[in-house]
């Protein structure tokens, strides 16, 4: 089993920056792709970002491109988000998660692994 932990979350004025941490435990980390989720309420959860096991590829939502960058530290078992640029619609519960392969995916049906949210909040 390979559990993940998201810190970073919290309140930020919109401009602003935030920057999000997943832990993961278990030794196959660096073999899987990672992926960024989010959820705000009334909406599905939608797809962020994701990144390779190798961190070669990193695909974007449209909506995240060209102020988001994800990154992994594999010898650290930890995956990034940083956010730049926020908007008051990114507020959202953000979800780490792992597919057991290397490469990423876009729908969340195709992970395996899920934290447990860490809540953003941007402010108008």
């Known amino acids: 089993q390979v559990q993940l932990v998201e810190s970073g979350g919290g309140l930020v004025q919109a401009g602003g920056s935030l920057g999000l941490s997943c832990a993961a435990s278990g030794r196959t980390f660096n073999y899987y792709a990672m992926g960024w989720f989010r959820q705000a309420p009334g909406r599905e959860r939608e797809f962020v970002a994701a990144i390779s096991g190798s961190a070669g590829t990193t695909p974007y939502a449209d909506s995240a491109k060209g102020r988001f960058t994800i990154s992994r530290d594999n010898a650290k078992n930890t995956m990034y988000l940083q956010m730049n640029s926020l908007k008051p619609e990114d507020t959202a519960v953000y979800y780490c998660?792992?597919?057991?392969?290397?490469?990423?995916?876009?729908?969340?049906?195709?992970?395996?692994?899920w934290g447990q949210g860490t809540q953003v909040t941007v402010s108008s």
């Open positions: 998660a792992a597919r057991s392969s290397s490469w990423p995916a876009y729908g969340p049906k195709e992970y395996d692994y």
